[in-house]
């Protein structure tokens, strides 16, 4: 972009993080001392703050870390009722498996949400994306699959939608039709999978960028994801799967060979698997909310590095195994549950996060990208660094948010 005034300037920030690095001696694209401007809604200038253009408006970044706005890649942010008191139990000794075939778990959500006026789901929606929007995410993928039936399923979506346009962040929407069999389709469970297809599917086609599957043990074969995932790919969608979390199943390999964006969880992930996602391509999604809450081995991190398969780092926030709200807790976690670096980790929630939802223009900070930016302060006394980010679970302090260059208000 040509040089001149610019409509806002992000000035005297320690330390620019770009995400835009392509050394392994800089992944992040660190620089020190640097100011970001925006013009027209998009990064126009980066560069050594005593260098800056004249600017409409500053904000002061002193003593502060920038870096591109994060991107939360795998959530269900969008459900009704409260899953408080399986956690108690769990906590006491209860199985999940117990509390599963007394009808609780994903179903007893799905009863609640299908409950639900779509005003609520809307607001109790929008309230879960502001949080997360105070924590510096600018863009959010939402999944359905706690309506499991065509009508409920749209609705969800249209929810999701309508929460990102209350918060002001930029939502993508998972079709996850293939998350549990219904009740009513125990019996005959191939059924629900053809309603997913024949009927779900072409009613939710438009109101959705990405089709998901839960393939695991308990939930959905190998061979049913394929189907349904393949469904999906035929109408336009991006592939994405719930992979690998309770059992190996050989999933991630399956969605890889469809070109799969990603596959999340992967705690049973083999080699194999891993090979497959990286002549694939498909993006690692990590969610260590999940492996903490249900206590699940870590996943092959050294595997998935030594291949070169990018990894992303998200929430996974929802009532029951992850109810987490803080992509810099995930981030944190990554790295001491899981084995990730501090700079895998600050990608694995911005750069790899966008990857991952097939969106290679967000989570880095380049001239003519848009101007998502976030504005952190490191925790009190510390130095503005990455690892000073990463280290305090949680402590890291959004004093701006910026989101296609508007700043965003929360509360």
């Not at 999940?96 to 005003?119: N, P």
Request: charged share 20%; glycine share 10%.
């Amino acid at each position: 972009m040509t040089q001149g005034p610019v409509d806002l300037l992000i000035r005297g920030a320690a330390c620019v993080l770009t995400m835009d690095g392509d050394t392994d001696a800089d992944p992040l694209g660190s620089r020190a001392a640097s100011s970001v401007g925006v013009r027209d809604g998009l990064v126009a200038w980066i560069g050594a703050t005593d260098e800056a253009p004249e600017a409409r408006e500053v904000v002061d970044a002193a003593g502060c870390v920038v870096l591109p706005g994060l991107v939360e890649c795998h959530t269900h942010s969008v459900w009704a009722g409260s899953r408080s008191d399986e956690f108690r139990r769990r906590l006491s000794g209860v199985p999940y498996t117990t509390i599963l075939e007394e009808g609780g778990g994903i179903l007893s959500t799905v009863d609640a949400t299908r409950c639900a006026g779509e005003a609520e789901l809307v607001a109790l929606a929008a309230g879960r994306l502001s949080r997360l929007a105070s924590r510096g995410v600018t863009t959010i993928e939402i999944k359905s699959g706690y309506g499991l039936s065509p009508a409920y399923e749209l609705r969800m979506l249209r929810a999701a939608r309508a929460a990102g346009d209350v918060s002001g962040l930029r939502v993508l929407s998972t079709f996850l039709g293939a998350h549990a069999v219904p009740r009513s389709f125990r019996a005959d469970r191939s059924a629900y999978v053809r309603q997913v297809i024949e009927e779900q599917l072409p009613q939710v086609a438009e109101a959705a960028d990405f089709i998901d599957a839960y393939v695991d043990r308990g939930a959905f074969t190998v061979d049913e994801g394929h189907a349904i995932l393949s469904a999906g790919k035929a109408a336009g969608l991006g592939v994405r799967v719930h992979a690998e979390q309770v059992a190996y199943t050989g999933a991630a390999a399956m969605a890889a060979g469809l070109g799969a964006l990603s596959a999340d969880h992967l705690e049973q992930l083999d080699e194999a698997g891993v090979e497959a996602m990286a002549q694939a391509g498909t993006v690692a999604v990590l969610l260590p909310g999940a492996q903490l809450y249900l206590r699940d081995p870590a996943p092959p991190v050294a595997s998935l590095r030594e291949a070169g398969v990018r990894m992303a780092v998200a929430t996974d926030l929802n009532p029951g195994s992850s109810p987490v709200l803080d992509p810099w807790i995930s981030a944190t976690l990554s790295c001491v549950a899981m084995g990730l670096t501090v700079e895998e980790a600050l990608l694995g929630i911005t750069r790899n996060a966008a990857l991952a939802l097939g969106r290679p223009d967000l989570g880095r900070l380049y001239v003519g990208a848009p101007a998502d930016v976030v504005v952190v302060s490191p925790p009190p006394g510390e130095a503005a660094t990455p690892a000073s980010l990463i280290q305090f679970m949680g402590g890291a302090q959004i004093r701006e948010t910026l989101r296609g260059g508007s700043r965003l208000s929360f509360v």
